[in-house]
Each structure stands twice: as C-alpha cells, then as structure tokens.
C-alpha cells in the first residue's frame, strides 16, 4: 500500500512538474500597429495591463487597424494612453479611439510647441478627455506604473535623461564621430517626444516617438544613461532627421523594427546606420520601403506589409518622391499629390486593405520572439549571455 502511494505521489509531482515547465511563461507583449507612415504601438504587461504610445492618423481607417490589435490582444481598456507629441499622424485618432475603449490615465510631454494646431480642436477635446480621467506630464527620469514592468521616461518636452539606468552611464564612442544637423525647418513639436525604455526582468526596449537627430547627441552624448537595449524602435518611422549611430551604434538592439510606409521610412542612411550597428541581427519592417531599394530592405520574411512584384518594378524604373523630397505626397499614380493628412509627419497612404502587425513577445529572462502576422513567421532570439 506505502509503496502504490509513494509512486502515485511521484507521479503526481512528476506531472505538476512536466506541466508547469511546458507552460510558456507571462510574456510582455508588444504589438506594433500599421498606421502607415504613423504611429501606434500597444505594450500589454504580462497581468494583461495595457499601454498604448499614439493613436495614428485622422480618420476610422487608422481607429480600426488599432482597435482590430486591441481586441487580438484581449485588451478591454487602455490604463496608459501616451502621446509622444502632437503630430496629426500620432494624435490623429485618439478622440475616436476614445469614443471606442476606456482610457484609465493619459500621458504626455504637456503643452504643445507648435505655432498651430496639427489637428484642428485637438487641445480643447484633449483637455476634455483627461478632465474625466487622470493626467500626467511627464518628465525625464519619471518612471510610469506598469505592472511587472519598469518604464522609465527618456526624454519630454525637450529634456533628456540625466541620471542612468541601471546599465547605463558608460562613455559613448560613437559621439565622436557626431556631426550636427540643420534643425530649422524640424517641425518644433518633434524633439519635444516622450521616449520611453521599457524593462521586464533581462529584457529591454526603447521607444523614443520622433524624437531628431541633435538631440539624440544631448540624450546619448558623452555618456549613454540607457545603456544597451534588446528591441530597438526606429526613431521617426525610420526617416533620416533621426537615428544617428551615436544613438543606435550606443543602444546596441539585436533588433529593430522599423514603423514605416511605403513612402515614409526606410532612408538609406538609417538603413546603413542599423546594418552597421554592434550586434543587430535583424531588421523588420512594417512595410516595404521604396526609398530602401532593393539593396536595402530586409528580406520579404520580415516585413508585413509586402507590394507586388508589379509596383516593386514600378518604384525601381520610376522612383516617386519619398518623404521629405519636393511632391512628395500619398502613394498612387504618379509623383506628387495633395499634401499627405495629419500636417507635418504625414505621409500616409490610401491603402485600405489588410493591414498586417509585428507582434514581440518578450519573457523576463531576456527571451523574446518576434512574429510577422502576413505570413505567421516566427523568429526566437535567445537572451544575452
């Protein structure tokens, strides 16, 4: 009789085991949202508490694609609403979303710098909204509650991070090589982005909205306070008034995702400064870019937004403008066009199709995985040694 117990016992323990270690473990979530050439991306903690950075361009186009990642999340509500800036094509959507999903508390960098409003009526509904809820201006070196997770502010309303991280406050060798740019005609509101690093036991990645080019020197230079991250977000969709190697090449991601279109994103120069960065493995791309060519977009694999072979051949013989070029406007046929919506980091497009996301999936040993849902591909990358 002891011993048909002592191997039942054995048995049980043998199962509660097996079955615990065949559990996946509590991930962070990352979903990042095609708002083509916008800005959307969901954090959803491993207790299932939400934070969504951006809301896209105006119109139900954008509100839909969201709320579709929303609800694939099984999200009910949004406890953080961040806003980076006041860009068309980041606080485009917000007021529809709004109407769509509770919003607990929403976060910014406070008031606007613009001369004008990007979005007509934008601050007076915002203020509307946050007078029924919580708000919170944050500051660099603020840290945001987010269950199981550390989010720590970077940069806000044109400060930056004096005190580093754990990990962070080594000299930056990548600052000597630095060479300025001509700020003048950045729109004023885009250095002023929140920037966030998230960190969830080993793993860490950082999301810096549009923050440009001379000030990534004042946040990352002499001395890096970030540290090196795992997940890297191109900074600006992946134009070329961010992402200088003094902020990639220091932040040494073994990934980035870039949160282009087709026609916003992608700059050859952002391009070269991700493939030489220290450690990247791979990039992926929201969509293919047609500024990138063929040498320098990221194999099909990892992009989610793919044109047919047709329009690619059409781009490579007859390259239209790209962001940031003379005519440069919405995708379609032919150069040029109407200015794209949203004012200033416009650039979206007219695709109304399916809208494919890159989902990440991170566990606190510093394991994460990246999924392309177009095609359902799967990369696993293993955590630092």
Sequence with gaps: MRTTFAFLLTLALTTAVGDAQSRPSKTLDIYFIDTEGGHSTLYVAPTGESLLMDTGSPGGRDVARIMAVIQAAGVKQIDHMVSTHYHGDHVGGLEELASKIPMVQFIDHGATS????????FQKMYAELYAKAKHTVVKPGDAIPFDGVTVAVATSHGQVLKTPLPGGGKPNPACAGFVPRDESRVDPDNPMSVGLVFTYGKFRTVNLGDFTWNK?????????????????????????QSGSPALVHALQPRVAIMHNSTRKGGAIQTMQTLHTSPGLEDIWQLHWAYAAGLEHNTPSLFIANTEDN????????????TFGQPGAGRPGPGAGGPPPPGGPGGGRGDHTGPAFWIKVSAQSDGTFSVTNTRNNFTKTYAARK
């Design 114 to 121: 613009e001369p004008k409003e990007m979005v007509p009526g």
């Design 216 to 240: 990534e020197q004042e946040l990352m230079c002499p001395n890096n306070p970030i540290g090196t991250v795992d997940l890297y977000l191109t900074s600006h969709h992946g134009i070329d």
């Design 310 to 321: 047709a329009a690619v051949a059409n781009v490579l013989l007859n390259p239209p403008p």
